[in-house]
């Protein structure tokens, strides 16, 4: 008998057709796309730019001096780190650039170059490069940062310049209370909403409000957030849920008592939720995986942001809420992922 298995392949039709086929047949995926991880980061910074530019419009050259000391800062201690660890250089995939970017927008307009870099340091460092660099991560970088910052230099973290025009110089400037802290300190020294300063609701949809370039101009947001979903970069899930959440948990805390809880609507404009919801998030390697669990994701995001809110010692809670959330994401994954074709549960 002939042995098949040892024979030539131009002896052999059967194995000379399977030698030609394995030159154009390949193991999968077969779908190629243009669609990479730099390409992902672009989209996602240029989304942020209507945000950013409004609030540099506004708490002028300080803003847009914030921005780029985090954005440089960023991107310098990724390159040290994987220059001092022999990994490859990976700074040109963007990620650098929108962790930078996405911590200025967490930060006061008028932070301190020193307090920048120390959160860059803490949000590439400790937050990504510790845990294997990009995609592996399993907390919001710039979330990180602006966290500890908060814990570790309240002062700093809270002291927020007044909106002034583009122009103005920082010795000009005067600082006051963002919306949110505004209320929690009304209700705080006279247990009602009234004692707080009048709250248009126009002002923070647009911008003119005292905080961190990711807290004003919702309406700038929300334009770079319908562009993340119709450039599908995100999916709604996770905002229109995040959104939601928040809204009708505090609008029936609203319907009950008129007098010691703001409206939904000024919850949905005031603080960083539409940043949060939009930017934050939607962060691919820290949320859910599957439709499902981005539901259950947001909704505890929209429960903790509000529960901080209303009765936490912070005015705002988002950038809380995300990182708590970011802890359960596997659990949420594990719970949520799709039977196996073929398979009985």
């Known amino acids: 008998m002939k042995n098949i298995s040892a024979s030539n392949p131009a002896e052999d039709p059967a194995r000379e057709q399977a030698t030609k086929l394995s030159v154009y047949v390949s193991s999968s995926p077969h779908v190629h796309s243009t669609e990479d991880v730099p390409w992902i980061m672009r989209q996602v910074i240029y989304a942020l730019i209507p945000g950013a530019l409004v609030g540099v419009y506004f708490f002028g050259i300080p803003a847009l001096k914030v921005i780029a000391v985090a954005v440089v800062s960023c991107v310098v201690m990724e390159v040290l780190w994987q220059k001092l660890t022999g990994n490859p250089i990976t700074v040109k995939d963007g990620s650098a650039v929108l962790t930078g970017l996405l911590l200025a927008m967490n930060l006061p307009s008028g932070a301190p170059w020193w307090l920048v870099v120390i959160g860059s340091l803490v949000a590439i460092i400790i937050a990504k490069q510790l845990f294997g660099g990009i995609g592996n991560n399993p907390f919001n970088p710039a979330l990180v940062g602006r966290v500890f910052l908060l814990i570790s230099f309240p002062v700093a973290m809270t002291t927020w310049p007044e909106p002034r025009s583009f122009f103005s110089q920082a010795a000009d400037a005067t600082t006051g209370a963002t919306p949110l802290g505004a209320l929690k300190t009304a209700i705080f020294e006279h247990g009602t909403i009234a004692a707080a300063p009048g709250m248009n609701l126009m002002d923070p949809f647009l911008g003119n409000v005292g905080g961190s370039l990711g807290e004003i101009s919702a309406l700038a947001l929300i334009l770079g957030g319908i562009y993340l979903i119709a450039r599908k ?23 009950i008592n008129p007098e010691g809880y703001a409206s939904p609507s000024f919850h949905l404009v005031a603080g960083g939720l539409m940043l949060g919801a939009f930017f934050m998030a939607t962060d691919m390697v820290t949320s859910p995986i599957t439709n499902t669990g981005k539901v259950v994701f947001a909704a505890g995001c929209g429960v903790i942001t509000v529960v901080i809110r209303l009765w936490g010692g912070y005015p705002e809670g988002v950038s809380f809420a995300i990182l708590i959330m970011n802890a359960f994401v596997p659990l949420i994954n594990r719970a949520t992922r799709p039977t196996k074709f073929g398979a009985v549960r």
């Open 233 to 255: 970069i995100i999916t709604w899930h996770i905002p229109v849920v995040y959104i939601a959440t928040v809204a009708v948990f505090t609008g029936i805390l609203w319907l």
